[in-house]
């Protein structure tokens, strides 16, 4: 029997993105580009060169065309490190992301569209 994680429909969602942690030793915020492989209304999966530690409390920024970046919070659930996909760096880690809140329907279909605007206009 195989145990399904998943409790949200994820879509296949490929963006660049910023990763932030506040870093324990020095108190500041540390910031690292990602990348996005898929998407739900729980959370995601990126890939980074960043390390993080399993409960690792972090929020990422979409780049959007208005005034405010599209921000999400959240915390880094686990390394996965089954089914990688080949196209990831050897240096690059895959990382389970879930939201702070669970997006509604709504929700999601509006931050998908901002983000798809953002990267449509020059």
């Not at 108190?27 to 492989?37: G, I, R, S, W, Y």
Request: charged share 35%.
């Amino acid at each position: 029997m195989i145990f399904e994680r998943r409790q949200y429909e994820r879509f296949d969602f490929s963006k660049d993105i910023i990763i932030a942690a506040e870093n324990p030793l020095e108190k500041k915020e540390v910031q690292f580009h990602a990348k996005t492989l898929n998407l739900s209304r729980g959370g995601m999966l990126i890939c980074t060169i960043a390390q993080f530690k399993p409960k690792t409390r972090c929020w990422v920024q979409f780049k959007s065309n208005s005034f405010k970046s599209i921000e999400a919070k959240g915390n880094i659930l686990r390394v996965v490190e089954e089914n990688r996909p080949q196209s990831i760096k050897a240096n690059e880690i895959l990382y389970a992301l879930e939201f702070e809140k669970v997006f509604s329907e709504f929700e999601i279909e509006e931050m998908l569209k901002k983000i798809s605007d953002a990267v449509k206009k020059p």
